[in-house]
């Protein structure tokens, strides 16, 4: 639900010290931002920072025409996440999970001294880990863990269409249709084209300010996001099929994933294969998106407009603007821990908020996604999981890297550094395309506006030669050099 603008704190019948005693401090605001009643609906992790974002900065990908359709697309009971499906593609792995993957995990805050106020930015090396005995994934659940982690980063594209934008029943995408397609080949066309169209109708448009509810591409730069859950695998002896529950993280419904160019343009070769430019004109090339909006900066706008409290005097009134007029402010989310579940509340009966911020102990107990380190290279591990990655990229028809040449080379070098040493290359090898793919695609862009920009130039200047202005303008001067 959007946050409560009803009454504000400090008002009613309370006394003026009983105002002053629930209103933040001007410190803690600037540490965090106003807290709300309520839990924001929605934010994203963007570079270093967590910012809010509000339901009229989305564009709605949603095939329609009707604004109100495409409104209650992203509004908060129509927002759908993509899938990716544990029991699909995981199953039959060399895989043992170790106890932190398969049972339940909770990262505790370190406890704060006397006086001392929670910053803006965390180490994440002050938090604590608990492990409970209570097993909640088997390992079917955490390879797809370790898979929705990797397709959501930069270099999971290839992941990513296999995963959240196809089906895992699929056995590559089916070719495009000719004279000589069997039936059978068709009938698979359609069906993946339906099964990706509907999971692109999913997607969003994130805009720094407020928009119409439907894509408009002057509309300004946007980001191309998504909401992203998991499905437990449900077969017999998994957690899942024992206990029927979930084991996505409680903030998937508020967490938006920006996408990365790389993942934009491998997303705009599929809407091209499936022949779906005239339902999604936002994800073909004439439609530029961008993978970096200057969040940061736009919050820091707007806290300089609103301006500080009159007499740096903090008041219920000051609050409320500072909230509904700054964009990007810190999100703040209900506390959930084990002991909590379901979220804290307090003896009133009102959830317990707290602010969320990148790599703090709220963002990583909400969400379910893990990805590999490579300094766990040496280990078999992190081989079993890279070849399982490797065997569901196969699967979807993408390129895998090979995990065996480590084993193959050993004999000249210990094995372990040897792992590290490859992986740790392999992921700056990916590192630079995805960086040069996306360098490409900015030059591209650029001198796209230069030769419009050129273009629209002499088409002005022709036009001011030619105006009659412009040719009564050479009569009205005087003969000779003494013109000026």
Request: a neutral charge.
């Amino acid at each position: 639900m959007p946050a409560k603008r009803g009454r504000a704190a400090g008002q009613g019948p309370a006394s003026g010290e009983a105002k002053r005693a629930r209103l933040q401090s001007l410190d803690e605001v600037d540490a965090h931002g106003p807290r709300p009643d309520v839990p924001d609906e929605l934010f994203i992790l963007h570079g270093p920072g967590a910012y809010r974002v509000r339901t009229e900065q989305l564009a709605s990908l949603r095939v329609t025409s009707d604004p109100c359709v495409a409104e209650y697309a992203r509004s908060i009971r129509g927002r759908m996440p993509l899938i990716v499906n544990a029991g699909g593609c995981f199953q039959g792995h060399a895989f043992t999970p170790k106890p932190d993957e398969a049972n339940e995990v909770e990262w505790r805050d370190p406890p704060l001294t006397k006086g001392e106020k929670a910053r803006r930015d965390v180490d994440p090396r002050t938090l604590t880990r608990h492990v409970s005995d209570h097993r909640y994934c088997s390992p079917a659940d955490v390879l797809a863990r370790y898979a929705g982690g990797e397709a959501l980063t930069p270099l999971g594209r290839a992941l990513f269409v296999i995963l959240f934008l196809n089906d895992l029943g699929a056995n590559k995408f089916a070719s495009v249709p000719t004279d000589a397609s069997s039936t059978h080949e068709r009938e698979e066309y359609a069906r993946q084209r339906q099964v990706v169209g509907n999971n692109l109708s999913k997607m969003f448009l994130l805009h720094q300010a407020a928009v119409p509810p439907l894509p408009d591409q002057g509309a300004g730069p946007a980001m191309l996001v998504c909401l992203a859950s998991i499905c437990s695998d449900k077969t017999e002896g998994a957690p899942g099929a024992t206990y029927q529950a979930s084991i996505a993280g409680y903030h998937d419904r508020s967490r938006l994933h920006a996408l990365s160019l790389h993942h934009v343009r491998h997303i705009q070769k599929m809407v091209a294969h499936f022949q779906l430019e005239p339902y999604f004109p936002a994800l073909t090339a004439s439609w530029p998106l961008h993978e970096w909006l200057p969040l940061d900066l736009a919050r820091l706008r707007g806290i300089d407009k609103v301006g500080p409290p009159r007499g740096g005097v903090v008041t219920a009134e000051w609050l409320e603007r500072r909230r509904m007029q700054v964009p990007f402010d810190t999100p703040w989310v209900q506390r959930c821990s084990m002991a909590y579940p379901a979220g804290e509340r307090d003896p009133n009966g009102k959830p317990v908020l707290v602010p969320l911020v990148r790599h703090g102990a709220e963002e990583r107990n909400g969400s379910p996604w893990l990805c590999l380190d490579t300094a766990d290279a040496a280990s078999e591990h992190y081989q079993e999981v890279g070849r399982a990655l490797d065997a569901v990229k196969a699967f979807g028809g993408a390129e895998a890297a090979s995990r065996e040449s480590a084993d193959a080379a050993a004999p000249g070098k210990e094995l372990a550094t040897l792992r590290i040493e490859i992986a740790e290359n392999r992921k700056r090898v990916q590192v630079f395309k995805a960086a040069l793919a996306t360098a490409r695609d900015s030059i591209a862009e650029l001198q796209g506006e230069c030769a419009r920009l050129a273009t629209r130039n002499l088409e002005l200047a022709t036009a001011l030669r030619t105006s009659p202005a412009a040719s009564e303008s050479t009569h009205i001067l005087p003969d000779g050099p003494s013109a000026s």
